[in-house]
């Protein structure tokens, strides 16, 4: 093993130059590749996911006209902000809204290189089925309920403008969409309390008749008047569980301008393409060491018609 390694070192010495040359012109192509990628920075923001501040107060004062007590845990609700995160709707929104497919396809949108390869100009549809946007725009979840985002772009101030849009996407989902099982069961029980406390005040507002005499009516308002407190106990208990499913955040970093550039990494691609050139200067070498071998093979064998 250590000959063969001691032969190898040697090859590569004799054609000490023919490695230099190609090792050197790997080392041009990488820094012009480096310089030739277009500068890209990236912005970053970090949320926390917690409870709502007022929360506590609120079930205290509902608590307070329950004949009963309840335990109140809080949520974790990290798991519903980065569902949204990473959801469709939300990469939807930001490629429409912010008129991203020009960045995520810069190409296409060239005058030159559309006309010359007759590239049609892409859809936001066609941009989410390839996850063009996930290439720049990375989630996050650590420990603690801690959200990180990052967003790349040629432009510092662009990239952290998308992260701040990111940020009131999520508020305005938080809070006009997003829908819990207890939310639902307290409008269900709103509409059926505000139902019952109408019937409830026809009821009250009725004038005893021979159709309608006074005992039925007595029935009727005693009836409506126990539905009435049953949904109202329900109401407050809906609002409870609505309360402990309450999904909020803070942004502990805001969405940063970044000034230092984050790709290309030139010192990385530059050492890439030494590394390269120097397996391809070493396969060179023994493929002209072999070939100089056989060669010289060929030139030792005497020919068999040769007569002494």
Not at 4 to 28: K, M
Not at 58 to 74: A, N
Request: net charge neutral.
């Amino acid at each position: 093993m250590n000959s063969e390694l001691h032969h190898i070192v040697r090859l590569l010495y004799v054609r000490r130059v023919l490695v230099a040359w190609i090792v050197g012109l790997g080392c041009v192509v990488g820094v012009m590749v480096s310089f030739f990628l277009p500068v890209q920075y990236q912005s970053s923001a970090a949320l926390r996911s917690e409870d709502t501040p007022v929360m506590d107060d609120m079930l205290k004062d509902m608590l307070s006209t329950l004949p009963f007590s309840i335990d109140v845990q809080k949520r974790d609700s990290t798991k519903d902000i980065v569902a949204f995160l990473e959801s469709r709707t939300l990469r939807q929104r930001l490629i429409d809204g912010l008129d991203l497919l020009p960045r995520l396809y810069p190409w296409h949108y060239h005058p030159v290189f559309s006309a010359l390869l007759h590239v049609s100009v892409p859809t936001t549809a066609l941009a989410l089925q390839e996850e063009a946007l996930d290439a720049v725009f990375t989630v996050m979840e650590e420990a603690d309920g801690l959200i990180r985002l990052r967003y790349l772009d040629r432009d510092p101030r662009f990239a952290a403008g998308v992260l701040d849009r990111v940020i009131v996407e999520l508020r305005l989902y938080l809070d006009t969409e997003h829908e819990t099982d207890a939310k639902r069961e307290r409008i269900f029980i709103e509409k059926r309390l505000a139902e019952s406390e109408a019937e409830l005040h026809r009821w009250e507002a009725m004038t005893p008749s021979a159709q309608m005499p006074l005992s039925r009516i007595h029935r009727e308002l005693a009836a409506n008047q126990s539905v009435y407190t049953e949904l109202k106990r329900r109401f407050a208990l809906a609002q409870i569980a609505e309360a402990r499913q309450t999904v909020a955040f803070k942004v502990l970093d805001p969405p940063l301008i970044p000034v230092k550039r984050a790709r290309p990494r030139r010192m990385l691609i530059v050492g890439f393409f030494v590394v390269v050139s120097a397996l391809i200067a070493c396969i060179v070498v023994l493929g002209l060491a072999a070939r100089d071998t056989t060669r010289r093979n060929d030139f030792a064998v005497p020919d068999d018609n040769e007569t002494p």
